[in-house]
């Protein structure tokens, strides 16, 4: 397969930011941030639940239980020692209003803590944490995530994401939108059913070494492409599965991060951004927010290891190492990604902290994360993580 | 790092029942283009968005900055979603100052809403998962029990609550933007009302409303128009557990932490004679008294003398919600923002009616959840 490092010249989101190209990256905000301004900061524990296909027994809270005091134990710490508290996670999910406010119990906040709450994914609560520590006044936050898609019909409830005027009353879902999509990418240049079956052996060979990995085992890809459709241009191994789980974080700064692991992940780059919403005016095929977010985070500015690509359906793998400029070179998804196991709201979390990994194990020096909401790849956050 | 941060626009859409003539994106811009055109600066002069809302359920769109990004100018840039229940509004503006403070973005926008016709909060608010008790009598059932324990520990006279109640609704009656505008309220109105959740009247109660609020907040060198900014001289968070023995629900722990660290921060030791105006949640009449005493202006079981006296009426020495406060308009997730944009607007002398005098430190203050969380500002007219 061909991998393309820039956009499309003259695709709609290109004429969308083009009116403004140079303010768009946020030239003052990009500029802070690639200089020496920024605080250095790591993430210094993680811990996760196993993924299930369904968490019958226990609720949100007694997933994250286990997982915070994990974490804790990992980083040596108590929620005293926590400057910040931060998570990520969708009321829409658990079926209730303030879902996140029960939640908090599997922290134990007393006394009062100083916290915080995203509707995003967990990973944009790492990323709240870490703009967090660059004020200064504290060395440690504490992030978490959690979610449980099984209760409910995850494919109603991502279609509320939706345009509710325009859109929703069309249900066009998540997946019928990623078949779009990828219909668009066979359609458009030398990606094949084939390239994307690809993808989703190698996820579900890397998932065996992943002990909270769901689905795991060695798939032959003509077999693959034997197995009937699903929504064309679609198999049902090319959409994520059901999971439910839970995600948790500790980042630190500077000296503090080296007190509590010899080998911290330290965040060299961060970035976030958002596409337009309406579906005719992006370029389906590309992922001009994933590459801005890259540039700014600094993915391209020295040899990347590793890649962990919240890519939920296959395909989206491919389009997202173009956007990254990721070579042939590049293990991508080494915990199996989001083929293997898909906690909504967890999951863009999760690439971070596998990413982290492998850097805090030493098995990699570098390592970019990123991470996705929305339909068809709308928004998109980039981290890249070094070892010292 | 740490950066000095402003607020350098403000804009507010008319709060109402219902806003037919707009969608939910039509309601957001009107907010954001007002905060965008009191600041001077454009659409491209925003580096990046932060929105906030209450719990998706009251509109029925889940995650709804996605959709959101185009009406929000947001495309291209970083965009973030905050939702920490009531105080949301408060937070998200926290959330936005902290990218500028922390020297990642000179001028961020933020915008916080809610459009509760578009669905039916009380239905939201009651929904249930099994094993847990059901708050099936909205808000104001759940806060009432903590309101009549204040009275008992008080000893507060009956009428307090009615008084907050006129006093605010006169108050909206100078605000442009307010929802309600009760020209014929009065003391017996107020009395005379239904009692629905003893000790709260109907008339003690907020209304339910469509609205947004915007601001846009600065970096020191990137301060914009006509007017002189708002400096954030404090800002806090904090949280603590829903429920738990020993819990003080009427006067919470967590609310008096977070007041004291905006005060430290900002330097006020007596916050009644420090602060000139004060934009306080008080979402149901009596948590003006309860609240007076949590953010230290008055000594625990005191609070109720200060809205007796009219010490905080409009005239009075401590002004509490001289926009008339989250008893005339109640857009959920946007209500904190709107208590942080009323006390920039007081510093920035742009209050038209409702302004008041010489106001040189205000605060802005929002609770959610049941008063397990708070979201705090000191604002100032001199550069912290």
Request: proline share 6%.
């Amino acid at each position: 397969m061909v991998l393309r490092a820039t956009g499309k010249a003259g695709s709609p989101f290109a004429a969308v930011l083009g009116r403004r190209p140079v303010r768009t990256i946020s030239a003052s905000g990009a500029a802070a941030y690639l200089g020496e301004a920024m605080r250095d900061v790591a993430i210094v524990a993680t811990a996760q639940s196993p993924a299930l296909r369904k968490e019958e027994r226990r609720n949100e809270v007694e997933i994250l239980m286990p997982v915070i005091h994990e974490l804790r134990e990992n980083a040596k710490l108590d929620q005293d020692d926590i400057g910040f508290t931060v998570s990520g996670s969708c009321d829409y999910l658990q079926g209730q209003p303030f879902a996140f406010v029960t939640a908090l119990d599997a922290i134990g906040p007393w006394p009062p803590i100083d916290e915080s709450h995203v509707e995003m994914d967990g990973a944009w609560a790492l990323y709240e944490a870490w703009v967090r520590l660059q004020h200064g006044d504290i060395d440690t936050a504490l992030v978490y995530s959690f979610g449980k898609s099984s209760p409910g019909d995850i494919r109603r409830i991502l279609t509320l994401q939706l345009d509710p005027y325009y859109l929703v009353p069309m249900w066009p879902d998540p997946v019928a939108l990623a078949a779009l999509q990828a219909r668009a990418l066979l359609e458009s240049d030398g990606v094949s059913e084939k390239d994307m079956a690809e993808v989703v052996a190698r996820s579900r060979k890397h998932a065996k070494d992943n002990p909270n990995a769901q689905l795991k085992g060695d798939v032959d890809v003509d077999q693959l492409l034997n197995e009937p459709m699903y929504l064309s241009p679609l198999r049902k191994h090319d959409c994520p599965p059901i999971t439910d789980g839970a995600a948790a974080v500790i980042l630190a700064a500077g000296d503090k991060a080296r007190e509590i692991t010899d080998r911290p992940a330290w965040i060299r780059g961060i970035d976030h951004r958002i596409e337009p919403h309406s579906l005719g005016v992006r370029d389906l095929t590309d992922s001009p927010s994933t590459r801005k977010a890259g540039e700014v985070a600094g993915v391209g500015s020295g040899k990347v290891d590793v890649a962990e690509l919240y890519a939920p359906f296959s395909h989206q793998e491919i389009i997202l190492r173009r956007a990254l400029g990721l070579g042939d070179g590049v293990n991508v998804n080494p915990s199996g990604g989001a083929l293997a196991a898909n906690a909504v709201m967890v999951a863009g979390l999760l690439r971070v902290i596998e990413a982290a990994q492998r850097i805090m194990d030493g098995s990699a020096d570098r390592a970019v994360a990123h991470a996705t909401s929305g339909p068809a790849l709308q928004q998109n956050l980039v981290a890249v993580l070094e070892g010292e | 790092m740490a950066e000095r941060v402003a607020i350098t626009g403000v804009g507010q859409t008319k709060y109402d029942t219902k806003r037919a003539d707009v969608s939910i994106a039509g309601l957001c811009r009107e907010a954001a283009v007002r905060a965008l055109e009191d600041a001077s600066v454009t659409w491209n002069d925003i580096d990046a968005v932060v929105i906030g809302k209450a719990p998706d359920m009251f509109e029925g769109v889940v995650m709804p900055e996605l959709y959101l990004a185009d009406a929000m100018g947001a495309t291209g840039k970083p965009m973030m979603r905050v939702h920490t229940a009531g105080s949301v509004g408060g937070s998200t503006a926290l959330v936005a100052a902290g990218l500028v403070k922390a020297g990642i973005h000179k001028r961020v926008l933020t915008m916080a809403f809610e459009k509760q016709s578009e669905s039916d909060a009380m239905w939201a608010l009651a929904m249930r998962i099994p094993f847990q008790p059901a708050l099936v009598a909205g808000a104001g059932g759940y806060f009432a029990p903590h309101i009549r324990a204040y009275i008992r520990r008080s000893n507060a006279p009956d009428h307090i609550g009615i008084l907050v109640a006129v006093k605010d609704r006169q108050n909206a009656l100078k605000n442009p933007y307010a929802h309600l505008h009760l020209e014929d309220i009065s003391y017996e109105k107020v009395a005379e009302s239904m009692m629905i959740w003893d000790p709260l009247r109907y008339l003690e109660s907020c209304p339910s409303s469509d609205g947004a609020c915007a601001m846009v907040v600065a970096a020191e060198d990137s301060v914009s128009g006509d007017r002189a900014p708002a400096w954030f001289a404090g800002t806090a968070m904090r949280s603590e557990a829903t429920q738990f023995a020993g819990r003080d629900q009427v006067n919470p722990q967590a609310g008096k932490d977070c007041a004291k660290e905006v005060y430290r921060q900002a330097g006020i030791s007596d916050p009644r004679r420090e602060i000139d105006a004060a934009e306080i949640y008080v979402p149901f009449s009596w948590y003006e008294p309860m609240w007076m005493e949590n953010l230290f202006f008055a000594p625990e079981g005191e609070g109720w003398k200060m809205t007796d006296s009219g010490a905080t009426a409009i005239d009075g020495d401590m002004p509490i919600n001289p926009s008339g406060g989250v008893l005339s308009s109640n857009p959920i997730g946007a209500s904190g923002m709107i208590r942080y944009a009323e006390a920039a607007m007081q510093i920035r002398g742009q209050a038209g009616e409702h302004q008041i005098d010489g106001v040189r430190t205000a605060m802005g203050h929002a609770y959610g959840g049941g008063a397990q969380f708070y979201s705090m500002c000191i604002l100032t007219k001199d550069k912290p």
